[in-house]
């Protein structure tokens, strides 16, 4: 997978990093005990601080997308362990909740809501092909 | 002899100075980021005209002073020095033309987003490690000939020799012995390390053809990785056949001179033939014609030649000016290696 950070961007940089990892595994580029660059690499490559990675690593560990394999460093954890849970769907509706109520607000039609939902499915899933 | 290897080593320097700008990336011109498409603009061709032009001028006064002076090993060291200098001066011309011509040229800067390849590293950057073996055992030879034959030896053996005049350097055996296998041990170890570099060294791939650069990067470091293997491989082969002269099994010195000459200078040349061909980073294998700068790093490159970035944790990076790597300024390693290096050269010097 490549990894595109744009340095300049309002978005953090460790958040960028964790969007695009988890982009890649619900796309299936990323299959598990894939190996991820350790941290010193990563940070050398896009040429930010170690700490910036290592955050976003820490992250992705705590959600169970990546985890430390002695022998291989970081590698993507298996799908039991990041798999949707009552806790998390509590989460993404309170998440969704502000963004839906938002667009409610400025007067946006559901089926407009509905149909970028959809999108967003189709192209996530059309990279498993 | 003595002034036509001068006269070589001076064609050499000058040859090596004028490949600058056509190896450099696609998107650099003397230590400068430009849009690749600039590359054959005309007030660019014109810098790089006056460049040339300009060594090309002292490469012949060069010359012409070593046949005119054709003074002791010292005259030469002061004219190859002064060159060098002389060089240096040429390419800050080219460099502050270059900037002044980018401060006008108002060229755009696209969305500087940076790419990085998540498995670069575990493509085939480098020759696999098992290859190291055989630099084990060339050094193992070496120490099992040294111990096998060191009654047999004479009580001083050659240490140096001076390829010219023939002189000879003698010192005691067993001190030279050791020197000899420190010196093939270090040799092994810094092309290791080198290798070592070539596989960490910061990837830096073009945003407009990513997938094209992935591939030129990966192929560049794999054939420079090859040829320095090979180079580490021919040294500790030529320090064997240095002691296999010392202790008198081959007799002929020209035999030593010559594979010495042939065994180190193909790995170098082939070296040079390839980066003429692929560019720096293999950036000539692409063809990319971008009317946009990429990123524009060049704060952080000193005179476009020195790398300081303190944000960036990168100790090796790809150069801008010249083939290979460089290091980031602002780490402590960078330091740290360079103090290593002036220790080991000072060392050697007393030593010897």
């Known amino acids: 997978m490549i990894l595109s950070i744009d340095l300049n961007s309002e978005t953090p940089i460790y958040s960028q990093i964790c969007n695009q990892i988890i982009k890649a595994i619900a796309k299936g580029q990323l299959k598990e005990g894939d190996e991820l660059p350790s941290v010193r690499s990563l940070a050398s490559d896009v040429g930010v601080n170690l700490h910036t990675v290592n955050k976003a690593y820490n992250a992705l560990k705590a959600d169970g997308f990546l985890i430390v394999n002695r022998r291989k460093g970081v590698v993507v954890n298996n799908k039991e362990a990041y798999q949707s849970t009552e806790a998390y769907e509590t989460a993404l509706h309170s998440q969704l909740e502000i963004l839906v109520i938002e667009s409610i607000a400025r007067g946006l039609e559901s089926s407009k809501l509905d149909e970028m939902i959809t999108r967003i499915i189709e192209e996530t899933k059309g990279g498993l092909s | 002899m003595n002034t036509i290897l001068y006269m070589f080593i001076h064609l050499i320097m000058l040859v090596s100075f004028i490949i600058v700008p056509r190896i450099s990336r696609q998107d650099i011109e003397f230590g400068v980021t430009i849009p690749s498409s600039a590359k054959s603009d005309p007030a660019v061709l014109a810098i790089r005209k006056r460049f040339y032009l300009l060594a090309c001028i002292v490469g012949v006064v060069v010359i012409g002073f070593q046949i005119l002076i054709k003074g002791p090993e010292t005259t030469f060291m002061l004219i190859l020095m002064t060159s060098l200098v002389a060089y240096v001066l040429v390419y800050m011309i080219a460099y502050n033309q270059m900037k002044d011509l980018k401060k006008k040229a108002e060229w755009t800067i696209s969305d500087q987003k940076v790419h990085v390849d998540m498995m670069f590293r575990k493509r085939k950057l480098t020759v696999s490690s098992k290859w190291y073996l055989s630099y084990f055992f060339i050094v193992l030879i070496t120490i099992g000939t040294a111990v096998y034959s060191f009654n047999g030896l004479p009580e001083n053996i050659v240490i140096q020799m001076n390829a010219a005049s023939g002189e000879m350097q003698l010192m005691e055996k067993g001190k030279a012995l050791v020197f000899l296998i420190c010196m093939q041990i270090f040799v092994m170890g810094l092309m290791i390390f080198v290798q070592h570099i070539i596989k960490q060294a910061k ?14 990067n990966v192929n560049f470091r794999y054939i420079t990785s090859v040829i320095i293997f ?82 960036d944790p990168s100790v090796f990076v790809g150069k801008r000016v010249g083939l290979g790597w460089t290091v980031n300024f602002a780490r402590w390693q960078s330091w740290a290696m360079l103090g290593i290096l002036v220790v080991i050269i000072v060392a050697t010097f007393y030593f010897v």
Do not use: C, H
């Open chain 2, 203 to 216: 990837q830096s791939l073009n945003a407009e053809n990513i997938e094209a650069s992935i591939r030129s």
């Open chain 2, 230 to 311: 090979f180079l580490g491989l021919a040294i500790g082969i030529t320090m064997y056949m240095s002691l296999l002269f010392s202790m008198g099994i081959i007799k002929n010195v020209s035999v030593v001179v010559i594979t010495t000459f042939v065994l180190t200078f193909m790995p170098t040349f082939v070296l040079i033939v390839y980066s003429v061909k692929l560019g720096q980073d293999g950036s000539r294998l692409m063809d990319v014609k971008s009317d946009q700068i990429q990123v524009d790093d060049d704060i952080y490159w000193k005179f476009g030649m020195f790398y300081y970035n303190s944000n």
